[in-house]
């Protein structure tokens, strides 16, 4: 049982992961840029404002993988849908909870990070078990 979970993690952290990790730290820093000037220098909602790194980071993200990615668009789009509204969903309601003596700024700022995370794990998982011809291969 042992050999078998360490095979099954051996596999998960392969090239593919370490391709996503490189997208995604680009991604990342494109994307958090835009969504916190949008909430805290344009003042936009909460869902705006990560909505806004999410649909500026996919399509840096597309981009970076299109000679791939053309085929699989919908899925593509559908996996980052899916994983946003999970991530961001789950996230305002449990980071406000835990903050609820916190200004709504700093609830909304801590919760746009967690969702962050939470994302990079649910695209990540997504993508591998739900895009047939996984986009990160070599």
Not at 115 to 126: H, I, P, T
């Amino acid at each position: 049982e042992q050999v078998i979970m360490k095979e099954k993690i051996k596999n998960m952290l392969d090239i593919t992961f370490w391709k996503f990790v490189l997208v995604g730290i680009v991604n990342t820093l494109v994307g958090t840029g835009v969504m916190f000037a949008a909430y805290n220098l344009l003042h936009l909602s909460y869902w705006v404002s990560s909505a806004s790194n999410y649909v500026v980071g996919s399509i840096v993200s597309y981009f970076q993988n299109k000679e791939r990615s053309w085929k699989q668009l919908g899925m593509f789009v559908i996996n980052i849908t899916i994983c946003y509204l999970l991530a961001y969903g789950m996230a305002k309601p449990v980071v406000s909870w835990i903050l609820h003596d916190q200004s709504k700024s700093v609830q909304e700022n801590l919760s746009m990070l967690v969702g962050m995370g939470a994302f990079v794990v649910f695209n990540y998982v997504g993508q591998r078990l739900c895009l047939k011809s996984n986009l990160y291969k070599v």
